[in-house]
């Protein structure tokens, strides 16, 4: 398995960025494809995630600014992000969530892309 997230970089505030991950997944069963950040003053947050069932789920603090979306192969997932504020600035990773016969429940991470906002 492995993820690969890109897209990063710096923008002003109000600006946008479109995060993309490119997922090889192999023969996990996938159950979450989610985006997690990681800000200088908090712990890696949940920012937005698709589960299988076609529900979505946004933190608080993104909702109605940030879109969550993936191809229909589950080879790629997306982040839109708008409006974008300082408080946003921090490291984007990827991660997906399934269930292998082997390993039971397991989730992958990607290596992280750093997305900067200026005031």
């Known amino acids: 398995v492995q993820l690969q997230a890109s897209g990063g970089g710096l923008v002003q505030a109000g600006g946008s960025l479109r995060l993309s991950c490119a997922v090889s997944?192999?023969?996990?069963?996938?159950?979450?494809m989610a985006w997690y950040r990681q800000t200088p003053r908090e712990e890696r947050e949940l920012v937005a995630r698709?589960?299988?069932?076609?529900?979505?789920n946004y933190a608080d603090s993104v909702k109605g600014r940030f879109t969550i979306s993936k191809d229909n192969a589950d080879t790629e997932l997306y982040l839109q992000m708008n409006s974008l504020k300082p408080e946003d600035t921090g490291v984007y990773f990827c991660?997906?969530?399934?269930?292998?016969?082997?390993?039971?429940?397991?989730?992958?991470w990607g290596q992280g892309t750093l997305v900067t906002v200026s005031s």
């Open positions: 698709i589960v299988s069932n076609g529900n979505i």
């Open positions: 991660a997906i969530n399934g269930w292998t016969p082997t390993t039971g429940s397991v989730t992958y």
């Open positions: 997944r192999g023969t996990l069963r996938l159950n979450i």
